[in-house]
């Protein structure tokens, strides 16, 4: 048994500065930069439950990805990969995945507030 949540939302782009501005103007959020990790700008409160985040990319095509966070990062990605994704690539402790579709599903452990992750997670057998 493990769960498992979307708890981030993440708009990835070469254009960073002109996607936060746009983005928390166009949500009503809060801009804030993530210390230590300036490839990350948090757009907090614009999608109330999930961590919305702009992420500068170095290249390639602008996106939309999601995180989903698990307390089991095996048996969440093998759940996945049955269901038709395709793992891409590993960095750290996130699994990167293509869905069905071509959209971007990063496997994490849980980083939420546990309270909260126990809450909103569903439970898989």
Partial sequence: MHRSRISTVLIDTPEAEAA???????????????????????????????????????????RLHVDME??????????LIALGATEVSRWLDCRTLRAPGGHIVCVIPVHSDRAEFEAAATVWE
């Fill in 20 to 62: 936060t501005a746009f983005w928390s103007g166009a949500l009503g959020a809060t801009a804030r930069p993530t210390p230590g990790q300036d490839q990350f700008t948090v757009l907090e409160g614009a999608l109330p439950g999930l961590v919305t985040v702009v992420q500068r990319l170095d290249e390639g095509e602008p």
């Fill in 70 to 79: 698990t307390d089991d990062l095996d048996a969440e990605t093998a759940r």
